[in-house]
């Protein structure tokens, strides 16, 4: 207890300087997290204040069990993930290291480039949903006055289940690739340049490069743009509701998607916050599953 009283003595002005940060993440994160706990173990519904909160315990989450809608949901949102996680990495790290070599280094710059590159990023999903469902309307959109110009027609991109899902897709790689591409890039101008020259004297392709050595020392950084692109896709709602809404249907009726739809749409919100806090837990888990395979890799 002294040895904490001491400790606090010594660091009162950076504590002090803590405490707005401290605050935010207790309002906007830990609050939430132990209401919709706490909601998920009672039944309630908005539109019947004077029935108030039923205590069900554990029935909302076994009901998720039997709920079918939440399932394919989950299926579908892993369908996206697989989708627009492994078309952000793979383009991000190319255009990385294209930006990296010295060609374009001495022609073109970095700095300009990365600049261009950032720009999706400072929009939020809903500006990238506004846009992207511009872009892809049938009737007025860009991407179909293209087509009909060079004679392939009109195409129903938001209206039509398989083409939803590709849309949405395209706006999120649209959106977040480039966060790889900084990443990655960062990565790439703190590698030691030496490996590399010894690996070029002794004769290695740029291909063997890339693949024996530039790839293995770039593990620790892809693992933690994995786990940022991942929680980012896993967590997409804004770009959705804006998009398509959920439809057609429900093909693109993603996890966050179906939350909203039980919880502000049925006013289930017992059923809602038990799904949003199962959400929590598996954001949680892959967390866990990348930073154990991080420490690994660093050791």
């Not at 994160?29 to 519904?45: C, E, G, K, R, T």
């Not at 280094?105 to 720009?119: F, K």
Request: net charge positive.
């Amino acid at each position: 207890m002294i040895a904490l009283k001491a400790y606090f003595q010594r660091n009162y002005f950076g504590i002090l300087l803590l405490l707005p940060a401290v605050f935010f993440i207790v309002v906007v994160y830990v609050y939430p997290i132990i209401n919709s706990l706490q909601l998920s173990f009672y039944d309630f519904s908005p539109l019947k204040p004077h029935q108030g909160r039923r205590w069900v315990g554990f029935d909302n989450f076994i009901d998720i069990f039997t709920t079918k809608s939440y399932w394919a949901a989950l299926w579908l949102t892993f369908k996206f993930l697989l989708i627009t996680i492994t078309t952000q990495m793979v383009v991000g790290i190319s255009i990385a290291v294209m930006l990296n070599s010295d060609y374009v280094r001495s022609t073109y710059g970095v700095t300009l480039i990365r600049s261009i590159i950032i720009m999706p990023l400072m929009a939020s999903p809903i500006v990238v949903g506004l846009i992207w469902g511009f872009l892809l309307d049938t009737d007025l959109g860009f991407v179909n006055q293209v087509l009909e110009v060079v004679g392939l027609g009109p195409v129903n991109w938001l209206n039509t289940p398989t083409l939803a899902l590709i849309s949405i897709s395209i706006a999120s790689i649209w959106q977040w690739t480039p966060l790889v591409v900084l990443l990655t890039l960062a990565g790439l101008e703190a590698l030691p340049k030496d490996p590399f020259d010894a690996a070029r004297v002794d004769g290695a392709s740029e291909s063997q490069l890339f693949w024996q050595l530039m790839l293995p020392m770039l593990k620790p950084v892809i693992l933690v743009t994995l786990l940022t692109n991942t929680i980012d896709a896993y967590r997409v709602f804004g770009l959705i509701l804006v998009m398509t809404g959920g439809g057609p249907g429900v093909a693109t009726n993603v996890v966050s998607m179906e939350v909203y739809r039980t919880g502000f749409k049925f006013w289930r919100m017992g059923d809602a916050s038990a799904q949003s806090f199962l959400t929590f837990l598996v954001i949680f888990a892959v967390a866990l599953i990348y930073m154990r395979a991080l420490r690994t890799k660093q050791h």
